[in-house]
């Protein structure tokens, strides 16, 4: 089955600078990945989702790139503001079904 | 549209006793999942189910069973718990999109 690994565990980011959370994973015919959003107490929420056809997505302050060959994805926050404090999951698709494998988590504290 | 539902939110169980923790999604999904979160270990999904009547273990299904009762609920039962089962369990659904909606979670402390 497909395997993800996520870096850093935890992350201290300056109010203002940029935030980047990076993912592995092992299946080469994965082909969803999408990163969820945790806040304290609150079940997972999809933020960004990406597809393998696509090298990179953007939504406001935040930024999703894929790189097939190398078999990883990046997490990119920029202008981080104080609301951006979660913790932050990857995950990848297991291919032919609709299971994710979720990474580890990492949790972003910005600093004021 | 109240999305995902849990209950209990919170349960302390002593070791070996049994419980059901609930839930209920009326967004019409047909795929409904299982995951229990533990610090450092991420989400890990416990069962599945593709469709109502169609159940299928994940990654950690030992000490626990599912119903899928309708198109709308499924439910996950420790028959026996056991302290390594405290944790915090999520119930989520999904469309055919992948995007996976998640419940509030419940925190259940085994003692």
């Known amino acids: 089955g497909e395997n993800v690994e996520q870096h850093p565990s935890t992350l201290s980011v300056q109010e203002g600078d940029s935030a980047v959370i990076k993912c592995t994973y092992s299946d080469s015919a994965s082909n969803y990945f999408p990163w969820y959003k945790q806040e304290l107490g609150k079940g997972p929420q999809l933020i960004i989702d990406?597809?393998?056809?696509?090298g990179e997505k953007k939504d406001q302050r935040i930024a999703v790139t894929l790189n097939k060959t190398a078999k990883h994805f990046s997490l990119h926050i920029t202008e981080t503001q104080p609301e951006d404090s979660a913790v932050y999951f990857c995950?990848?698709?297991?291919?032919?079904?609709?299971?994710?494998?979720f990474g580890t988590g990492t949790r972003l504290t910005i600093i004021p | 549209n109240a999305g995902v539902t849990q209950t209990p939110k919170f349960q302390v169980l002593k070791t070996g006793q049994s419980m059901t923790l609930q839930c209920a999604q009326d967004?019409?999904?047909?795929?409904m999942y299982w995951y229990r979160q533990d610090p450092g270990m991420g989400l890990r999904l416990i069962y599945y189910s593709a469709s109502e009547g169609t159940t299928d273990k994940g990654e950690v299904p030992n000490g626990y069973n599912v119903s899928r009762l309708n198109k709308r609920e499924f439910s996950l039962r420790l028959e026996s718990a056991a302290p390594s089962q405290t944790s915090v369990y999520f119930c989520?659904?999904?469309?055919?999109?992948?995007?996976?909606?998640f419940g509030p979670g419940t925190r259940l402390t085994v003692t």
């Open positions: 995950a990848a698709n297991d291919f032919g079904n609709e299971k994710l494998t």
């Open positions: 990406i597809r393998s056809n696509v």
């Open positions: 967004m019409n999904h047909n795929s």
């Open positions: 989520a659904s999904n469309s055919n999109t992948y995007e996976q909606y």
